[in-house]
């Protein structure tokens, strides 16, 4: 059954089963985590078949800095020095040529690896404590909504054996940015609220944006591949326009309006891109919840300087995906 803690008990409780083999949830500043030992594939694999997660998607594995990342790559660059001094702790992860320590079921068997330091001072004390980088993918079945709250975690999971270290909610609420550094032009892979120009800036170069994973290629970073944080309701991407015509079995998840226009439910959202992130996952869930015959989610608002523009490209990836088929 699985149970929530808090507080040092529950950083200590983890500890004792990631060392046991064991999985433990934790939150990130992004969405909340099923941890296992990085380096244990048989520990690894357990995340696989609680999640349903297929052996092709990679895991992005978490680290407490600079020190304990060069463990798990072949090869710290400068260019990772650069973005991990700039970024961690933070939303992005950083792909590059895999150490052998780390299984290859950690990499979907490819010569890559993820790694990112995330900004959360429970994550970090469980990595602390437990002195080794754990792996991380969101703490949900395999293709549905991530959690950004330990509640969500618990509905997700309900009857397994596992424990969820409650952080609250998640401040950023959008998986990382995933930059790949294994060629000469550095590639954003998933994008998040960290930008491409944003990097391109940090790095003193341009950085190309990855829309489509090139077809038999083993994928280098999660979330790329597939539909992905989908509610249960059928749900679609709508604009502001099409509220007029939604009726009253229809979950409206909008900004632009205070009522629902045909006296249904609704699920108001910050216009401000940044909170619309942090917001978007737990509005999909609170929806799901409704028992409406369908969700309408409406696009959010245009970004006006950079920063907006790169966290609207990456909420509206993550609907797109939502709302996919």
């Known amino acids: 059954m699985t149970e929530i803690l808090e507080g040092p008990t529950a950083i200590a409780t983890g500890v004792d089963r990631l060392t046991n083999g064991q999985l433990v949830a934790f939150p990130t500043e992004t969405v909340y985590g099923l941890g296992a030992d990085a380096l244990d594939g048989d520990a690894v694999a357990k995340v696989f078949a609680l999640k349903g997660r297929p052996a092709t998607n990679p895991l992005i594995v978490h680290v407490s800095g600079i020190r304990m990342a060069k463990t798990v790559v072949a090869q710290w660059t400068q260019e990772a020095e650069l973005i991990a001094k700039a970024y961690w ?12 320590c780390v299984p290859g079921i950690v990499c979907a068997n490819g010569d890559t690896v993820a790694v990112r330091c995330p900004a959360h001072p429970c994550a970090l004390a469980l990595i602390e404590a437990f002195g080794k980088p754990i792996v991380g993918p969101s703490a949900n079945p395999s293709g549905r909504i991530s959690p950004t709250t330990p ?25 990382s940015t995933v930059v790949d550094l294994t060629g000469e032009v550095p590639k954003v892979l998933r994008p998040g609220i960290v930008g491409a120009y944003a990097i391109g800036e940090t790095l003193g170069k341009p950085v190309e944006c990855v829309t489509q994973q090139a077809e038999g290629s083993v994928a280098r970073s999660p ?29 409206l998840i909008a900004w632009s309006i205070d009522t629902h226009p045909a006296n249904g439910s609704l699920i108001s959202m910050p216009s401000e891109l940044g909170a619309y992130a942090s917001a978007i996952y737990r509005a999909l869930h609170d929806a799901d919840k409704v028992g409406g015959e369908e969700i309408w989610i409406e696009e959010p ?20 995906r939502a709302t996919h088929g």
Not at 89 to 100: H, M, Y
Not at 303 to 320: F, N, P, V, W, Y
């Open 89 to 100: 702790p933070g939303p992005v992860t950083i792909v590059l040529a895999k150490a052998d």
């Open 151 to 175: 509640e969500h975690v618990a509905d997700g999971f309900g009857d397994a054996d596992l424990i969820v270290i409650d952080g609250g909610h998640c401040r950023a609420g959008i998986e």
């Open 223 to 251: 979330g790329i591949v597939g539909s992905h944080y989908q509610p249960k309701t059928p749900t679609r991407l709508v604009s502001t326009e099409s509220l007029a015509s939604v009726d009253e079995s229809v979950v």
């Open 301 to 320: 608002m245009d970004g006006s300087s950079t920063k907006d523009q790169a966290i609207r490209a990456a909420i509206m990836e993550r609907l797109g």
